[in-house]
């Protein structure tokens, strides 16, 4: 069974910085494709970043380029989002998902996620 454990969540100003981190055990880590995504109550779950299995790829929203990172650690078998330059409109929960294809930016081709962590921004 593969779990997802995301971490980092919390409140910061507007301008701030986190790191949020996510784990994965009980599969081989390097094959899957991570993503990040985050969500809001009544609203549909958008895509942040993906990362392809080696690293070599990397996909964003356009709405977060240029201040979220996506990396990842095959050793530690972890997922990293570097949130840089936040802003109050950041807030949401974020999650991290697993998919064993391509990097997507479509939520319904990832197999696994985990249970989120909440990012609030203030102005």
């Known amino acids: 069974q593969v779990q997802l454990v995301e971490s980092g969540g919390g409140l910061v100003q507007a301008g701030g910085s986190l790191r949020l981190s996510c784990v994965v055990s009980?599969?081989?880590?390097?094959?899957?494709?991570m993503g990040w995504f985050r969500q809001a109550p009544g609203k549909e779950r958008e895509f942040v970043a993906g990362?392809?299995?080696?690293?070599?790829?990397?996909l964003y929203a356009d709405s977060v380029k240029g201040r979220f990172t996506i990396s990842r650690d095959n050793a530690k078998n972890t997922v990293y989002l570097q949130m840089n330059s936040l802003k109050p409109e950041d807030t949401d929960v974020y999650y991290c998902a697993a998919d064993r294809g391509a990097t997507s930016m479509a939520p319904s081709t990832y197999e696994y996620w985990g249970q989120g962590t909440q990012v609030t921004v203030s102005s």
């Open positions: 990362i392809s299995g080696s690293g070599a790829r990397r």
């Open positions: 009980g599969g081989t880590f390097s094959m899957y494709a």
